[in-house]
């Protein structure tokens, strides 16, 4: 079976950092993304790892730990517009799997 | 420039019509997918395609169907089988599939309404 847990909700500080954790369980895994999503637009992409370790981009980091099945994304120094939801998302066997992602509210 | 073109964005249907969803990219990715979105939810996979003439379901292909006879283009049909179509549809891409170094493309999606 193919599952991938995120927590639903996060809220965090403006300035602060938040982390977002994914835990995975596919079939197959051939790398993992991280999107940001606002409503009713397309996900935009944030990070891949593929192998073990930590993706540092700017204010975003991604950590994977294949043998755990365990992955987070690390946001730093947060703004006001970073307040949307965040997906963690698998490549199994030839197909992108999606977790339900987490919504992400920062207050001032 | 090189990307996903979904249209319409916004579409309204009585219940019991079948309605088609277009899709076109002009990236030359060889694989396609669809996907489904409900309010607070992630995207959950209808059907995808690995090459041309050839698709397979995903997790939640009931209702739906799809063609894929030019690289470019995979419409998808929302059937008056589908119980509860009103959702937001995202077509996406990517070279071939089952890999993540070249990324995926989204289209910007697709809202449709069955009232």
């Known amino acids: 079976g193919q599952n991938i847990d995120q927590p639903t909700e996060m809220t965090a500080t403006e300035g602060a950092i938040v982390q977002i954790n994914c835990t995975y369980q596919?079939?197959?895994?051939?790398?993992l993304f991280w999107y940001q999503q606002h409503a009713g637009e397309a996900p935009t992409f944030l990070s891949y790892?593929?192998?073990?370790g930590l993706e540092e981009k700017g204010r975003f980091s991604s950590f994977l730990s294949r043998s755990k099945g365990y992955s987070y994304l690390l946001l730093k120094e947060l703004q006001m517009k970073d307040s949307a939801s965040y997906l963690c998302?698998?490549?199994?066997?030839?197909?992108?799997?999606f977790g339900a992602g987490t919504r992400l509210a920062v207050h001032p | 420039d090189g990307g996903i073109t979904q249209s319409p964005k916004y579409l309204f249907r009585k219940e019991g019509q079948n309605v088609t969803l277009s899709c076109e990219q002009n990236?030359?990715?060889?694989?396609m997918y669809w996907y489904r979105q409900d309010p607070g939810q992630g995207l959950r996979l209808i059907y995808y395609?690995?090459?041309?003439?050839?698709?397979q379901k995903g997790d939640i292909a009931e209702g739906y169907s799809v063609s894929r006879e030019k690289k470019e283009s995979f419409p998808l049909t929302v059937t008056s089988a589908q119980k509860n179509p009103t959702a937001f549809y995202l077509c996406?891409?990517?070279?071939?599939?089952?890999?993540?170094?070249?990324?995926?493309?989204f289209g910007s999606g697709t809202r449709l309404t069955v009232v």
């Open positions: 996406a891409s990517s070279i071939v599939s089952g890999r993540g170094d070249y990324g995926y493309t």
């Open positions: 596919t079939s197959g895994f051939n790398g």
């Open positions: 790892n593929v192998l073990d």
């Open positions: 998302a698998v490549i199994g066997y030839n197909k992108l799997i």
């Open positions: 990236l030359n990715h060889d694989a």
């Open positions: 395609s690995q090459i041309v003439n050839d698709f």
